[in-house]
């Protein structure tokens, strides 16, 4: 029985093996017709003449696509004839009024597109020719964006990857390649200062500087593939996307509504478009750096209503930095300074809805924000100056109490020394 069971096992161990080494040479065999099916990249790495964009990571690449799969052609010949055969479908390099249509081959196929991002939306294609690019390209007009003007033709990634050409950090020079160009700009009377403005704002700062992809860049104003410049009616719905609050208060103003009627561009007519820099409390008032003199003269309302907010939100302003003056010190002196630190945060929560306010154009609202913050600072003050008392207090009571210790010691020695006389 024993020899039985042995034989059994022998005869199962030896046809393991053969089926191991028949799966690896079967295996290896897929490998290799895989590398086979795409000779155009093989033939091109060989003879180094891969295209300068060219990067293995590339997203179709990865995804097993070969570059018959937008050049065309047989991509499983060794034979250039056969492989580049028109009969075979090869295109060559694309034109590039037909680069949109070639990507959307397979970009608006909802079918398709699920085997690789479900997510992913299909209309890129028809957003495209609603815009300013895809309008013109229509027209036969190449000097404009294309598909792979912006994403690559062959180092093509996802947008949340930080090498992508369209990831947030990378977008303001992807589109400075075209809108930097200063032929470009002269043929279309366009401004080729456009990014070194945006650099310089609040909002490239953030971007740029501090990599926070949180921060607009030219996409999330203008779009992605339907790239408009935002119009009269919807530029307030744009800054409106971020600041929600700001939006509304202006909308819904006497003066947001008077503008609309005249046309102006809402938000940019203050802030600017691409320079936008950090708003001050200076901006409102009646002061040269202030907005509202450039249309409102001394003696009218909207002058009176400037200076009226602008007062009321320098007098929060002021009583906070004196506050935070005052805490410094508690600080220091190792004193107390929670309820000092609460008391600031209402206040500057305070002064944020107040300048958020200042878009109602109402200085009776801003003065109903200014008011609990006012409150809260002097509160802040109040305690950091009892703190910085106390600390006082206790530092003239060790003083005290050290001269009267060191006296009784001095009296202490000359009782002591006279006995001993």
Not at 16 to 25: H, K
Not at 329 to 358: C, N, P
Request: charge should be positive; glycine fraction near 6%.
């Amino acid at each position: 029985m024993k020899k039985l069971i042995g034989i059994i096992t022998l005869v199962f161990t030896i046809s393991f093996a053969f089926a191991s080494v028949n799966y690896a040479a079967t295996t290896a065999n897929k490998k290799s017709d895989t590398k086979v099916k795409n000779t155009c990249l093989n033939c091109h790495t060989e003879n180094e003449n891969l295209p300068e964009d060219f990067k293995k990571y590339d997203v179709h690449l990865a995804a097993g696509l070969t570059c018959a799969s937008c050049h065309g052609g047989d991509p499983t010949s060794d034979d250039d004839a056969v492989a580049m055969s028109k009969k075979k479908g090869f295109i060559g390099v694309p034109a590039k009024k037909d680069i949109p249509k070639l990507c959307g081959k397979c970009h608006s196929d909802i079918r398709f597109m699920r085997k690789y991002n479900p997510r992913m939306e299909t209309d890129q294609v028809s957003q495209y020719f609603t815009s300013v690019h895809g309008m013109q390209l229509k027209k036969g007009n190449t000097d404009v964006a294309a598909c792979t003007d912006c994403h690559t033709a062959h180092a093509i990634l996802p947008p949340n990857d930080p090498r992508s050409t369209v990831y947030a950090v990378n977008v303001p020079q992807t589109c400075d390649k075209c809108h930097g160009n200063k032929e470009l700009a002269k043929k279309y009377g366009l401004d080729p200062n456009v990014y070194n403005d945006y650099k310089a704002s609040v909002h490239g700062k953030d971007l740029l500087e501090k990599k926070d992809t949180g921060a607009p860049a030219c996409n999330d104003c203008h779009g992605n593939h339907g790239a408009v410049p935002p119009g009269v009616k919807s530029i307030d719905l744009v800054c409106g996307e971020c600041h929600v609050n700001n939006m509304n208060y202006f909308m819904n103003s006497k003066m947001g509504v008077a503008w609309k009627e005249l046309g102006y561009h809402g938000c940019v007519e203050c802030h600017s478009n691409h320079k936008i820099i950090k708003p001050q409390d200076d901006f409102v008032g009646t002061s040269d750096k202030a907005f509202c003199v450039k249309c409102h003269d001394e003696g009218d309302e909207g002058y009176n209503v400037a200076k009226s907010i602008h007062s009321s939100l320098t007098k929060l302003d002021t009583l906070i930095k004196q506050a935070k003056e005052k805490l410094a010190k508690v600080r220091k002196f190792g004193m107390d300074d929670l309820d000092i630190s609460y008391s600031l945060k209402e206040a500057h929560q305070a002064i944020v809805q107040s300048r958020t306010e200042v878009h109602t154009f109402d200085s009776s609202k801003v003065k109903a924000k200014v008011k609990p913050g006012i409150e809260a600072a002097r509160k802040a003050i109040k305690k950091a100056d009892s703190e910085i008392r106390e600390y006082s207090f206790r530092r003239n009571g060790y003083a005290a109490a050290t001269l009267i210790f060191l006296v009784f010691i001095v009296l202490f020695y000359l009782k002591i020394k006279k006995k001993k006389d």
